[in-house]
Nanobody, 121 residues
């Protein structure tokens, strides 16, 4: 069974940095795309950053220049380096993976359980 396990959330002061990690567990042949979404209280879930199995990236305008997504395909892990954090970055961050190929099936899309990032002084 494939699962996405996130880590790295927490409390940070404005201007600080955090690094989120998301590892896909289980026997996996390939993952087409991995990324991060976030959901703030009272708001809809939104894309933060995504990265395909190649090098194509997509960032929300609000995080461009501050956040960097990267991926270790050998470890089926995606990272989100978050710098210059602002209070408006406070949200639950969810890992997302699409087209996960395993020995028994193809998972079209999986989500992690979410990790809370709080930016506050």
């Amino acid at each position: 069974q494939v699962q996405l396990v996130e880590s790295g959330g927490g409390l940070v002061q404005p201007g600080g940095s955090l690094r989120l990690s998301c590892a896909a567990s289980g026997t996996i042949f390939s993952i087409n795309a991995m990324g991060w979404y976030r959901q703030a209280p009272g708001k809809q879930r939104e894309l933060v950053a995504a990265l395909t199995s190649g090098t194509s990236t997509n960032y929300a305008d609000s995080v461009k220049g501050r956040f960097t997504i990267s991926r270790d395909n050998a470890k089926n892990t995606v990272y989100l380096q978050m710098n210059s954090l602002k209070p408006e970055d406070t949200a639950v961050y969810y890992c997302n993976a699409r087209s996960i190929v395993t020995p028994t099936r193809v998972h079209l899309e999986l989500w992690g359980q979410g990790t809370l990032v709080t930016v506050s002084s």
